[in-house]
């Protein structure tokens, strides 16, 4: 049985999982869509496969630079990336490790569950990602600008 994850939200997508799949795999697509509303996003480095990394460094409205750098575990091309976030002395986060599906929905015209889920290192941690840094809340707007990228 999988651990219940600390943070887990779904969109379902009018794309198709190839269109979401193309756009977690194009730098300039990854600058569109990645982050909350308001930020922007330079990839540094991509590559989205088992052993892969992503290198991103994300700037909030404020000018506030957050760099972020993720190792890839488990990828299934179009259905399934599992990632670890690196975490961060400077802003005192530990690694994190996130796990993200792609599943077509039943229906006549493309459509694409994406569901995130985040598994923190400790209560301490999951409260800083929840709380001071409102994951839950760029996380929805995240996926918003994923669906977004996907469809342009």
Do not use: C, K
């Not at 887990?8 to 198709?16: D, F, G, H, I, N």
């Not at 799949?21 to 088992?50: C, H, K, M, Q, Y």
């Not at 986060?93 to 694409?112: I, K, M, Q």
């Amino acid at each position: 049985m999988d651990p219940v994850p600390d943070l887990e939200l779904s969109r379902v997508m009018a794309t198709t999982p190839e269109r979401i799949w193309a756009a977690w795999n194009d730098p300039d697509a990854i600058a569109r869509w990645w982050g909350p509303d308001g930020f922007t996003s330079t990839v540094r480095a991509l590559d989205v496969r088992d052993g892969g990394r992503f290198d991103v460094v994300m700037r909030g409205p404020d000018g506030t630079e957050y760099t972020n750098l993720y190792l890839f575990e488990d990828v299934d091309p179009g259905r399934r990336l599992a990632y670890v976030h690196q975490g961060s002395a400077e802003w005192g986060l530990a690694p994190s490790r996130s796990v993200v599906t792609f599943d077509v929905e039943e229906g006549g015209s493309p459509r694409t569950r994406v569901t995130l889920r985040s598994y923190y290192a400790s209560d301490e941690d999951r409260r800083r990602h929840l709380e001071d840094f409102q994951a839950a809340a760029g996380a929805r707007q995240l996926l918003e600008r994923l669906e977004r990228a996907a469809a342009a």
